[in-house]
């Protein structure tokens, strides 16, 4: 091995392959046959690309009518629509799309190095350790191992990122209009993605290129367009009270705002740091640890992560804009922001490792300055032991199958009733819509709704159940099919409140109910 090291040229040559190598390891070692659709979000990317594959354009076809959908942008979808073509086979081409994440992680691994060692400057070793760290490691697993497109985003995210520093640094028209388009199809992936294109605009406003600035904007703008133009003519199409699961991100944030005013938007931020605090604590494993220490662990993390963005702003201006604004959304986002912080885990680890190595790389001649030093080196080292027994901790743990383990187990006696029980046309309500779908074919609707207020607040049991009188209004339901206490507290408040429902029976986890009007034996 140190043969293959030997020299610079080298090390710059393998290093990136080495990392992608190590990162793909890392997801596929983890993926497990679970049913997709366990994240809800995995499942629904699935009914898109199977819509788009089979010509019947971008619709939720699990859904009654089968809308067209707005909620989550087509790139993914599309990705995975050209691999349902080439392998048309349900389940089985599932393992095909997990292993395309690993394979997109790989990519990421070597974009994320090339990034590092260019804009960021960074030597090859702190390069390279940074990508392994926070590229091989559980919170990327977590996002990788289900069909999510979280890694297609972050393969996309440091090219994206490279074009919107070259911009900024050239000031050239063309350049500037690659940056924006670039920045506009990153949007197509992940709505969040957008904030490259006024990251990059703001450096070139504050550098006085005009031009350039603007026709950022405007290439970022032509390309976003048609999505935003599609979710406006069909956002519609999904009742009101299912905005938040298949409707526009813009309309469920804004009802929340409207109903709560700034007020709630204000406490949704504290509530939200608090929960990235809490995250914190999580990732460094000092959850155990007495509050006063924690609080102490929370500063010291915080500076690390404050000297490395200021860092990165100073040698790449625009990525250290998405990073700010990225996460000033996701702290007004009304939902937990670890979902979002971990699509972008290795761009966040960098403005670490830049601390790190800016206190390894320095050399300070006073004596007070050199303990200093060795301070920065002994808190970097127990950061670094803390984030690694947190990583062992997951993989010991199984955290990536938990949750997927959790809703399959309870899915599964579900589905297999509903595709022994039930004719091929029913409309089933229940917790698992996309899943049922997926595995039974038939259309399926959530049993609840999901409102900006959940993050914070849980629904009330009067709630719950005049929300799927809701639904059960909207829709010509045929069987109700609760497998959580959720679902069953709702079903319970209709049959006790107004007698629409009624128990039809029982199974392994969870109730069957059915429409009083549709009081037939199941």
């Not at 890392?26 to 994240?39: K, T």
């Amino acid at each position: 091995m140190n043969s293959l090291f030997r020299s610079d040229e080298q090390r710059e040559r393998l290093l990136p392959f080495v990392l992608a190598a190590l990162s793909m390891a890392a997801v596929v070692m983890f993926i497990e046959p679970f049913p997709v659709g366990v994240f809800q979000d995995d499942g629904v990317y699935t009914v898109l690309a199977k819509s788009l594959a089979t010509g019947q354009g971008y619709r939720y076809l699990h859904l009654p009518d089968a809308p067209n959908a707005t909620h989550f942008p087509p790139a993914y979808p599309l990705f995975l629509a050209g691999l349902w073509k080439l392998f048309p086979s349900f389940p089985a081409n599932i393992t095909l799309f997990k292993f395309a994440n690993a394979a997109f992680i790989g990519l990421s691994a070597i974009l994320a190095w090339r990034f590092a060692r260019g804009p960021l400057q960074m030597g090859q070793w702190a390069a390279a350790i940074t990508v392994a760290v926070f590229t091989a490691c559980a919170p990327v697993v977590l996002m990788s191992v289900m069909v999510m497109s979280e890694p297609l985003f972050l393969a996309a995210l440091f090219p994206v990122l490279m074009a919107g520093e070259r911009a900024a640094k050239t000031g050239n028209v063309r350049d500037a209009v690659i940056a924006g388009a670039a920045g506009g199809a990153l949007s197509l992936i992940r709505t969040l993605g957008a904030v490259a294109i006024p990251a990059t605009a703001l450096v070139l406003l504050w550098r006085r290129r005009w031009l350039a600035a603007f026709c950022v904007c405007v290439a970022g703008l032509l390309v976003m367009a048609p999505w935003q133009l599609w979710v406006s003519a069909h956002d519609a199409e999904v009742p009101a009270i299912f905005l938040g699961k298949y409707g526009s991100y813009s309309g469920w944030l804004f009802g929340g705002i409207r109903e709560g005013g700034i007020e709630w938007l204000a406490t949704l931020g504290w509530f939200n740091l608090r929960l990235f605090v809490g995250g914190g604590w999580d990732t460094l494993s000092v959850d155990s640890f007495p509050v006063p220490l924690r609080f102490v662990v929370t500063f010291v993390a915080t500076g690390f992560f404050a000297t490395g963005w200021w860092l990165m702003l100073r040698r790449a201006p625009v990525a250290a804009l998405v990073v700010a604004a990225y996460l000033t959304l996701v702290v007004l986002w009304p939902f937990p922001p670890q979902r979002f912080t971990f699509g972008v885990w290795p761009l966040l680890g960098m403005c670490f490792g830049l601390t790190v190595e800016s206190i390894l790389r320095w050399k300070p001649q006073a004596r007070a300055y050199v303990t200093l030093r060795w301070v920065g080196v002994g808190l970097a080292a127990l950061l670094m032991i803390g984030y690694a027994r947190s990583n062992y901790r997951s993989v010991s743990r199984g955290w990536w199958t938990q949750v997927q383990g959790y809703v399959a187990d309870r899915a599964k006696p579900a589905m297999a009733w509903v595709a022994a029980n039930t004719p091929e046309d029913a409309v089933i309500v229940t917790e698992d819509d996309v899943m049922i779908h997926l595995y039974t074919g038939r259309r399926a609707v959530p049993i609840g709704t999901f409102t900006p207020q959940d993050h914070m607040s849980k629904q009330t049991a009067e709630f719950a159940t005049e929300a799927l009188r809701s639904i059960l209004r909207s829709y010509d339901v045929d069987y109700v099919v609760a497998t959580t206490p959720f679902g069953a507290q709702a079903a319970q408040g209709l049959i006790r409140g107004s007698a629409e429902l009624r128990f039809a029976g029982v199974l392994e986890l969870g109730a069957i109910y059915l429409p009083v009007a549709r009081a037939g034996t199941p």
